[in-house]
T-cell receptor, first 115, second 116 residues
Framework: DTGVSQNPRHKITKRGQNVTFRCDPI?????LYWYRQTLGQGPEFLTY????????KSRLLSDRFSAERPKGSFSTLEIQRTEQGDSAMYLC?????????????FGPGTRLLVL | AQKVTQAQTEISVVEKEDVTLDCVYE???????LFWYKQPPSGELVFLIR??????QNEISGRYSWNFQKSTSSFNFTITASQVVDSAVYFC?????????????FGKGTKLSVKP
């Protein structure tokens, strides 16, 4: 399977703990995106990487959130001091201008529950 | 402002019925892209179609068809002869061409239930 993969698929944590999610994009996709989806809503954009450079961050991405893509391949999204409002599905997507321009392909998501 | 509206929150049909999912968008850009994604209960968003704003030709793919009308800012999706496997949440999304490279703007989705 050469699609976008995300780990873990589910995460339950207590308020105040830190959590980290991983995303592996489709091979050779140079763009990687993070979205957050709450129940009954569409995904909302969080941040975007082109290769290892983080080019855009949404105002939704508070100081407790940090994302990295150190070698331009996989990416991690860390949430520090989690709050109950962080409970959501975190989706990762990737794209490549050279393969299928402007189309983002999504992974299965990581579902976070903060108790 | 950019916005995508999917007014239908939930639709329920019986298998083999045709069903149309509505999508209305707002953008000030003249060049943009429109998308439809399917989200089955497993949670993964599955890409269905991308449409460029300069190409208003409608498209058919098997039982799926899309009607793009710039005059009414609509990009509707029709499933012909629906099947139980079509049950999912369907999202319409907008991305402007010249602006943010990351910002797909989604509607709230339409939950389609197809009953046998």
């Amino acid at each position: 399977d050469t699609g976008v993969s995300q780990n873990p698929r589910h995460k339950i944590t207590k308020r105040g703990q830190n959590v980290t999610f991983r995303c592996d994009p489709i091979s050779e996709h140079n763009r990687l995106y993070w979205y957050r989806q709450t129940l009954g809503q569409g995904p909302e954009f969080l941040t975007y990487f082109q290769n290892e450079a983080q080019l855009e961050k949404s105002r939704l991405l508070s100081d407790r959130f940090s994302a990295e893509r150190p070698k331009g391949s996989f990416s991690t999204l860390e949430i520090q001091r989690t709050e109950q409002g962080d409970s959501a599905m975190y989706l990762c997507a990737s794209s490549s201008r050279t393969v299928t321009p402007e189309t983002q392909y999504f992974g299965p998501g990581t579902r976070l529950l903060v108790l | 402002a950019q916005k995508v509206t999917q007014a239908q929150t939930e639709i329920s049909v019986v298998e083999k019925e045709d069903v149309t999912l509505d999508c209305v968008y707002e953008t000030r850009d003249t060049t943009y892209y429109l998308f439809w994604y399917k989200q089955p209960p497993s949670g993964e968003l599955v890409f269905l179609i991308r449409r460029n704003s300069f190409d208003e030709q409608n498209e058919i793919s098997g039982r799926y068809s899309w009607n793009f009308q710039k005059s009414t800012s609509s990009f509707n999706f029709t499933i012909t002869a629906s099947q139980v496997v079509d049950s999912a949440v369907y999202f319409c999304a907008l991305r402007n061409y010249g602006g943010s490279q990351g910002n797909l703007i989604f509607g709230k989705g339409t939950k389609l239930s197809v009953k046998p």
